[in-house]
């Protein structure tokens, strides 16, 4: 998963023209994260989420899915079925890579519904950046025309924020930019 993940930084350095080796390199000795979900069948499940609306807020997320359908991403203000296929994974971008980009690429809003019939489970990786890495968008990003659109940070301080201040939404990195800034005042 590590080499992956560090894979696709390299396209996604290339992407924004700053070469293959700028990400990965930033990624190199990452803090990453492993999580299973376990959704049990549920009675109602219309009346519940799996897990809530969000965006990851780490940086890149590598998702391998069994065979039960749940994850849904919102797009054009409405909740689409990512079909589920064991075969392969979803890959989606996180809140400290948008950030990274300076704001060009875009972290996702998904969630995951359940069903009354089967237990459903996932396997996520979340690639974050070594603990006292600072966040800040390469030189290359930023100019008058495209300002720093988010704070320098750290990936423990987002991670704490998101821990004990505010459950990740679809609003995490604006409201920490925000929480950020009162606090360094
Ligand atoms: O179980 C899923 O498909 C999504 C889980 C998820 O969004 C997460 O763990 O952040
Ligand atoms: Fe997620």
Known sequence: MNTLSLGIMELLGESLGVGNEYFRDFFEGNDSIMRLNYYPPCQKP???LGTGPHCDPTSLTILHQDHVSGLQVFVDEKWHSVTPDPE???VNIGDTFMALSNGIFKSCLHRAVVNNVTVRKSL???????????VKPPNALVDYKNPR?????????LSE???KHYRADMKTLDVFTTWLQQKNK
């Open 46 to 48: 219309e009346l519940t």
């Open 124 to 134: 996520a990786f979340f690639l974050c950046p070594k603990m006292d890495k600072v």
């Open 88 to 90: 392969a994974f979803v």
């Open 161 to 163: 924020f998101t821990q």
């Open 149 to 157: 659109v988010y704070p320098d940070f750290t990936w423990p301080a």
